[in-house]
């Protein structure tokens, strides 16, 4: 049988990744893969993590399963960062959190549990969107449309024609919207303009799902979520999908959830039930460890601090790069506009060339990133950002 399988190409990323770590040029940069690194190209262990490893060390007293749902208290400290302690939903008792194995199981699990409300929902997601989205929820048997986002002529957003095709979806169908640092484009809602979409999903009845996998890292944690709770205080039923990978470095631990808001307590039973069906039939039960962290950070007024002082250390050091990547590309005097990168939120822009481009400066200077432009802005450093620069000068 496995010898009528045929082989698939590598995924873009990681491919280039292979071939970075094999490439011998001193000067190679690696601004394909989307995870935080410090100026010396770490990704590191924040010391709230380490602090909190070592307290579960000293207080876990078992391994044993932990059931479909994950730990209660993970859930009730993801529900306060996410929507606020007070939130309607929350004081209301709508909602219900699972613990998953990173954004993805996440995502995964708000799929099936879509496809068991109306197998023939359609899913739109935004143009363009994180890779993954796409076989996450479509390989579910989901629909997957597009509607409107970025404008790559201009780098903005096109939220007119964004909001014109919303006004046409209906009730059944899932808007899949990005809470904060839209992957891959970096171009965020305003308020504003996520109050028009509230309007737009309260009028026409679609469930909007919320992915939020960079929250902390482009204004800070609250201003993150502000348009999440603004959605979530005008629809009745909302689904959010979170990772803790990013804002807690937790990559390799795999910790996400995926809440739920129902309009009522009794659909918030059948609810959790269902997403419960869900695990159970998928993966059967999440991971621990990373979660038991995130809970023991949240849960203690100490390591809350100190976590909220190195994500701020993070988040300012993606802010400084940002700008000082446009103040190093007018010193050298290429004549196009990139100020854009000033005014997007997170670890990723679309740096505006073409995949010729991106190739030629992945042959000739051994700077990898992907063919439609995106790169990590959280890979650029002091000691390689002239060279970024130069090799970006040569081929505009």
């Known amino acids: 049988m496995l010898e009528t399988l045929v082989q698939l190409p590598d995924d873009p990323i990681l491919g280039l990744m292979a071939v970075y770590r094999n490439d011998p040029n001193p000067l190679k940069i690696d601004l394909g893969v989307g995870i935080y690194k410090d100026e010396a190209g770490n990704t590191p262990v924040l010391d709230a993590v380490k602090k909190a490893q070592l307290h579960h060390i000293n207080t876990e007293t078992t391994k044993a399963y932990i059931g479909p749902a994950g730990a209660p208290g993970f859930g009730k400290v993801m529900e306060a960062l996410l929507l606020g302690a007070d939130h309607p939903a929350i004081v209301e008792g709508r909602t219900n959190t699972l613990q998953t194995p990173g954004g993805c199981g996440a995502l995964r699990a708000a799929a099936e549990l879509v496809k068991r409300c109306n197998s023939g929902a359609t899913v ?21 449309k597009e509607y409107p986002y970025y404008d790559r002529e201009t780098s903005s957003i096109q939220f007119e024609a964004m909001i014109a095709t919303l006004e046409q979806v209906g009730a059944g169908d899932v808007v899949l919207l990005h809470g904060c640092c839209h992957n891959p484009c970096g171009a965020d809602l305003n308020l504003q303009q ?6 737009v999903a309260k009028a026409r009845g679609f469930l909007p799902l919320v992915d939020i996998a960079y929250q902390g890292l482009g204004d800070g944690l609250d201003e993150d979520a502000a348009g999440l709770r603004i959605l979530a205080a005008a629809v009745p039923e909302l689904l959010i999908t979170a990772s803790c990978s990013k804002n807690f470095g937790l990559y390799r631990e795999r910790t996400g959830a995926v809440i739920a808001i129902s309009a009522s307590s009794i659909a918030r039973d059948a609810t959790h039930s269902q997403l419960c069906s869900v695990v159970r039939a998928n993966y059967s039960m999440p991971p621990a460890h990373g979660a038991a962290l995130v809970e023991i950070i949240l849960s203690s007024e ?3 601090a100190q976590w909220h002082s190195e994500l701020t250390l993070m988040r300012n050091r993606i802010n400084g790069l940002r700008q000082l990547l446009v103040d190093k590309i007018v010193a050298r005097g290429i004549e196009r506009d990139f100020s854009f990168i000033t005014r997007e939120k997170g670890m990723f822009s679309f740096l505006g060339v073409t995949p010729e481009q991106v190739r030629q400066m992945r042959s000739e200077n051994s700077i990898y990133f992907v063919d439609s432009s995106r790169i990590n802005i959280a890979g650029i450093n002091n000691s390689n950002i002239d060279y970024l620069v130069d090799s970006l000068a040569r081929v505009l």
């Open 124 to 144: 739109w997601v935004s143009n363009p969107t994180w890779a993954n989205h796409i076989p996450l929820m479509g390989d579910t048997g989901l629909q997957i």
């Open 194 to 199: 996520w109050e028009q979409v509230a309007a």
């Open 302 to 304: 100490e390591l809350t």
